[in-house]
């Protein structure tokens, strides 16, 4: 079955304690992104990757990193986070850019 | 569940009507177009695609038109059902451009649908 594979699917966590939000996918997308989405915000980029070693900047990419080691995996990584960080997060995949995404079933993310 | 927005536009239906949800968008480059349903507790799920090069697709119980002189988007569902009732967001893509294939949302509409 193709899917988008995200862990946890609940966090509550500290501010400054490091953490790594999962994403895998079976099938062989080469586009991987990370969005989040609040309230009255609605969803907003954070990161992106085009392939394997190519990831680069959305529209909110302070407080977060990610890496594109292998194709199907695409973690997001807050190195310290902060309640601001609070949010609902998801990982997407695409076969290309030129595409529609295929959405993970969310993180929910709660930093106190 | 999980709320995904605050004071969404609404639309509220009886079963068995057809449903019409608008979009407009910000981008007279972006040439691709796809709206996605949200349903509580679940990440947004692909139901229908159009590129810039078409004014209508259909898909099964839906239509998505495109107004590209008005830059608008609109979702037709045919005789909805309680199971339509979601979230229905519209995004858009300049797939050529340098956008790199980020995809921008709108903002939601919350679709109701009572039996």
């Known amino acids: 079955e193709a899917q988008v594979t995200q862990n946890p699917r609940y966090l509550i966590t500290v501010t400054g304690k490091k953490l790594t939000v999962t994403c895998s996918q079976n099938?062989?997308?080469?586009?991987m992104s990370w969005y989040r989405q609040d309230p009255g915000l609605g969803l907003r980029q954070i990161y992106y990757?085009?392939?394997?070693?190519?990831?680069d900047k959305g529209d909110v990419p302070e407080g977060y990193k990610v890496s594109r080691k292998e194709k199907r995996n695409f973690p997001l990584i807050l190195e310290s986070p902060s309640p601001n960080q609070t949010s609902l997060y998801f990982c997407?995949?695409?076969?290309?850019?030129?595409?529609?995404?295929?959405f993970g079933s969310g993180t929910r993310l709660t930093v106190v | 569940g999980e709320s995904v927005g605050l004071h969404l536009p609404t639309l509220s239906v009886q079963e068995g009507d057809n449903s019409i949800i608008n979009c407009a968008y910000s981008?007279?480059?972006?040439?691709?177009f796809i709206w996605y349903k949200q349903e509580s507790g679940k990440g947004p799920q692909f139901i229908i695609d159009?590129?810039?090069?078409?004014d209508k697709r259909q898909g099964q119980r839906v239509t998505v038109l495109l107004n590209k002189t008005v830059k608008h988007l609109s979702l037709q569902i045919a005789a909805t059902q309680p199971g339509d009732s979601a979230v229905y967001f519209c995004?858009?893509?300049?797939?050529?451009?340098?956008?790199?294939?980020?995809?921008?949302f709108g903002q939601g509409t919350i679709l109701t649908v009572h039996p």
């Open positions: 997407a995949t695409a076969p290309t850019r030129a595409y529609g995404y295929t």
């Open positions: 099938m062989n997308h080469e586009y």
């Open positions: 990757s085009m392939n394997v070693e190519v990831t």
């Open positions: 981008n007279s480059a972006s040439d691709y």
């Open positions: 159009i590129r810039s090069n078409m």
């Open positions: 995004a858009e893509n300049n797939a050529g451009g340098t956008s790199y294939g980020k995809l921008t």
